[in-house]
């Protein structure tokens, strides 16, 4: 069965330091999507992606990048990681180009100390 | 930009019928999404309008206006089970946006 995975599942880190989380999808979907999920503000929208090196910033973009180099994965890195960008994680992909029936991984809980 | 109002949260009691409202307010919208996320898990899809009316899967149903910015989602038959929170989202201009989410909280 197709499947949307992500690593790790709960990652602690420091002020600072580069943390990339990873998105893995057999759906083959072309779109590809990360969201921050925090207490009161819902999903938001970090960056997405279309296609083979296409990506495209979201809401809440700043302090984050991603790179599309397969049809399979997305991953999100932050580049210096603040205590701001404490939250759950998910990663989803799509066979239609907005919020028409995403699929969603399972969440990654990163807290930065 | 692009926004999406809905209750926080909405308490109904097993067996009951409840209906969680949302409005929003996009460029280039052309339809409405809803999802359920139970505590610890990741959202999963319900429902999508992406024309004016009524869908029914099973127990939920939703529902949109174009002309009133405006679509719900009504759970019937309620199950403890369906405590979730509950997200609608808009495909706008291509770029999906999510709700805060509305709380559900089934009563015995």
């Known amino acids: 069965d197709a499947e949307i995975t992500q690593s790790p599942r709960h990652k602690i880190t420091e002020t600072g330091r580069q943390v990339t989380l990873a998105c893995h999808q057999t759906w083959n979907h072309n779109n590809m999507f990360w969201y921050r999920q925090d207490l009161g503000h819902g999903l938001r929208l970090i960056h997405y992606?279309?296609?083979?090196?296409?990506?495209n910033k979201g809401e809440v973009s700043d302090g984050y990048s991603v790179s599309r180099s397969n049809t399979e994965d997305l991953p999100l890195t932050l580049e210096s990681a603040a205590s701001s960008q404490t939250s759950v994680y998910f990663c989803?992909?799509?066979?239609?180009?907005?919020?028409?029936?995403?699929?969603f991984g399972p969440g990654t809980r990163l807290t930065v100390l | 930009g692009q926004s999406l109002e809905q209750p926080s949260e909405v308490t109904a009691v097993e067996g009951a019928i409840v209906q969680i409202n949302c409005t929003y307010q996009?460029?280039?919208?052309?339809?409405l999404s809803w999802y359920q996320q139970h505590d610890g898990g990741a959202p999963t899809f319900l429902s999508y309008n992406a024309l004016d009316g009524l869908e029914e899967t099973g127990r939920f149903s939703s529902f949109l206006s174009r002309s009133d910015s405006y679509g719900y989602l009504l759970l019937q038959e309620l199950q403890m089970k369906d405590s979730a929170s509950y997200f609608c989202?808009?495909?706008?201009?291509?770029?999906?946006?999510f709700g805060r989410g509305t709380s559900l909280i089934v009563h015995p």
């Open positions: 989202a808009a495909g706008g201009s291509y770029i999906p946006t």
């Open positions: 989803a992909s799509s066979e239609a180009r907005a919020a028409d029936t995403q699929y």
């Open positions: 996009t460029s280039g919208f052309y339809g």
């Open positions: 992606s279309y296609g083979v090196h296409d990506t």
